[in-house]
């Protein structure tokens, strides 16, 4: 009998858990949930994903919180992610500095961007463009990687922190060009990027959904772009590739991720809000007429995602030794 009783307790436990994650499926989200974005308002990561947030949002029927956690390139935010409690009504806008390279570059890392996260949807990827202030001698990628040779280290470009996207493409292209370069950290592409626009650094890399804006209104002058193929909207701007260093290619890729056993009933619904989104022609004009650059359906998945992060975390390992970038 007593058999028979802890038999019955299990069962009715795992009703219980069954129709408690029925529930759940059904009724989440209800309330708002925040996404954590690790870099300061104003940049291109915080840009693109109020952009999607705000789509996401009207199809889940909450409001998304965007929640700036700047810091050490990202890892401060992720960080925070990862401790987050695991409930669903906490994401973090993840991305190629601090969950591919991040393993790379620190020794002791707090968090596993793959151990510590369960993928949720994909982004679209965003090309980076090399920027100079307005007024500065090199007209062309050509000449600034000329003066960068002959004045080791008087060359400055910003970032938006070390370990940051806008870091590590101005570290690979340094070390592509065989040039010494000073690297100068913010808290976030915003601010590095205001002072390029006031001329206090030399030049920065930064998306192209938040430098198109400030090409064509002369605030700075583009040299090169890091895709393979030239930017439609900035057509007159070279490649990398096709100018001073051949086979480079390089484009920001982002993730909404959710901390490790997060409900799949609530990774389900986002994903499927998201996808709904991104079907919306008229809202993929829009990223495109920035330069990002969609991908088809089945790379936006969550399964996609974590396979995506998995490689890039392997690739970075091997880049980051061949450009002898390292954060500690």
Request: no cysteine; hydrophobic share 45%; glycine share 8%.
């Amino acid at each position: 009998m007593q058999r028979v009783g802890t038999l019955a307790r299990i069962a009715m436990a795992t009703v219980a858990i069954v129709t408690g994650a029925t529930a759940h499926a059904q009724n989440y989200p209800t309330k708002p949930i925040t996404w954590i974005v690790p870099f300061a308002a104003g940049g291109p990561t915080d840009a693109l994903a109020r952009s999607i947030a705000e789509r996401v949002s009207r199809e889940v029927g909450q409001s998304i919180v965007i929640d700036n956690s700047p810091g050490a390139g990202g890892t401060v935010g992720a960080t925070k992610a990862a401790r987050a409690n695991n409930d669903g009504y906490t994401m973090l806008v993840g991305h190629m500095g601090y969950m591919g390279a991040a393993p790379a570059l620190y020794k002791k890392l707090s968090y596993d961007p793959v151990k510590d996260f369960a993928p949720v949807f994909r982004f679209p990827d965003t090309p980076m463009v090399l920027m100079v202030r307005k007024d500065h001698p090199a007209r062309d990628v050509k000449a600034f990687v000329e003066y960068g040779k002959q004045n080791p280290g008087k060359l400055n470009i910003s970032n938006a922190g070390m370990g940051s996207t806008s870091h590590l493409i101005a570290a690979m292209f340094a070390s592509a060009a065989g040039m010494k370069v000073s690297l100068v950290p913010y808290k976030g592409a915003g601010p590095a990027l205001i002072d390029v626009i006031g001329g206090q650094v030399d030049g920065m890399f930064d998306q192209t959904n938040t430098a198109l804006p400030q090409i064509t209104e002369s605030k700075v002058r583009a040299l090169a772009v890091t895709s393979a193929t030239r930017v439609a909207q900035i057509k007159d701007v070279p490649t990398l590739a096709e100018t001073v260093i051949p086979g480079f290619e390089a484009a920001t890729w982002y993730g909404i991720y959710a901390p490790r056993g997060t409900p799949q009933a609530a990774i389900d619904k986002m994903q499927a809000a998201y996808l709904k989104v991104m079907s919306d022609k008229s809202f993929t004009d829009r990223l495109t007429a920035q330069a990002i650059q969609t991908l088809p359906t089945e790379k936006y998945t969550a399964a996609a995602l974590g396979k995506h992060t998995e490689s890039e975390v392997a690739r970075w390992k091997v880049l980051a030794a061949k450009a002898n970038i390292s954060l500690d």
